[in-house]
C-alpha cells in the first residue's frame, strides 16, 4: 500500500493488480478477507474489483486510462480467484485503441 500511496502522490501512473479469495468464499470460510477495495479507496484515484470475467478487458483498460489522464496516479484492480479461473471464449485479443479522428484547423 505505500508504493501504491507514493506513486499516487508523486502523480506516477500505476496500475496495481491484488488477488483476493473466491467470492463464494468470503465471509464463509475464509476468516481472513480484507477488504483491499476499500482500503485502497483514499489513495487511488480509481479502483474496484472484478465481478465478471466478461469485463475483465475494459476494466483493465479503465485503469490504464484512469492511471494516464490528467493528474497521473495509482489505479487498482481486484480479482478474486474464481473470477480469474473462467475460461472467456472469444475476446482472446486486447481490445482495439480508439483513435480520435479530429483535425485541427
Known amino acids: 500500500m505505500t508504493g501504491v500511496a507514493d506513486a499516487n502522490l508523486d502523480k506516477a ?3 496495481a493488480i491484488t488477488g483476493q479469495g473466491g ?3 468470503l465471509h464463509h470460510e475464509s476468516h ?15 479502483n474496484t474489483s472484478i465481478s465478471s470475467p466478461q469485463t475483465v478487458s475494459e476494466m483493465v483498460r479503465k ?8 493528474k497521473p ?5 481486484e480479482l478474486p480467484e474464481d ?17 480520435n ?3 485541427s484547423t
Not at 485503469?63 to 490528467?70: P, S
Not at 496516479?73 to 484492480?77: E, N, Q, V, Y
Not at 473470477?83 to 483513435?99: D, F, H, R, S
Request: hydrophobic share 45%.
Open 13 to 15: 501512473p500505476l496500475v
Open 23 to 25: 467470492s463464494d468464499r
Open 32 to 46: 481472513q478477507g480484507l477488504d483491499v477495495v476499500k482500503m485502497m479507496e483514499p489513495i487511488t484515484k480509481w
Open 63 to 70: 485503469a490504464f486510462k484512469v492511471a494516464e489522464a490528467e
Open 73 to 77: 496516479g495509482a489505479t487498482h484492480l
Open 83 to 99: 473470477i480469474a479461473k473462467i475460461e472467456v471464449a472469444g475476446n482472446e485479443y486486447p481490445l482495439e485503441i480508439k483513435k
Open 101 to 103: 479522428n479530429k483535425t
